[in-house]
């Protein structure tokens, strides 16, 4: 009888310590495995519809083009910022700047000039928001011409359409 009493005493040791052990490892794995698997939802969504509006701003007519890059902004938007360097403020707020100065030269193609410098204006705002010395229209302007003489996709945008 106790030796039974020793077994089933053992047995609720080692169940309890076992227990304790999932308890600790569910605990740990769900605050950083969940963490992780967000900021890999953020990186792969702003990832696949950054080429997605670049992509339309390409190609697409005005309208559509438009949307996607008004879309894209959203999803900046509403993207956190995170301490890797893959999705930082400073990323967010550098593919800001650039979508908003696309958007400038979209409208100033489609011949909107007055929503063409309402939208260089947030493109200077976003720029100001990096450590950045120069923040002029002309910077702006320069650094679009760089961004798409080396891009993965090197058409120019379209004209009127």
Not at 26 to 49: P, Q
Request: aromatic share 8%; charged share 30%.
């Amino acid at each position: 009888m106790e030796k039974q009493r020793n077994k089933l005493t053992e047995f609720i040791i080692y169940f309890a310590i076992l227990l304790v052990g999932l308890l600790i490892g569910a605990t740990i794995g769900m605050r950083f495995g969940v963490r992780s698997a967000l900021f890999a939802r953020d990186l792969t969504a702003v990832a696949t519809y950054s080429l997605y509006a670049e992509t339309q701003y390409k190609n697409a007519k005005y309208p559509d083009a438009k949307k996607a890059l008004l879309n894209f902004i959203k999803l900046l938007e509403n993207t956190k910022g995170s301490a890797d360097p893959m999705i930082s403020e400073s990323v967010l707020t550098f593919d800001k700047m650039q979508t908003y100065g696309r958007l400038a030269r979209l409208s100033r193609n489609n011949g909107d000039d007055i929503e063409a410098k309402q939208f260089m204006v947030l493109a200077v705002e976003e720029c100001k928001r990096t450590s950045w010395k120069d923040c002029s229209d002309t910077k702006v302007e320069s650094i679009l011409t760089e961004l798409e003489r080396r891009a993965l996709l090197p058409d120019k945008p379209h004209d009127k359409q």
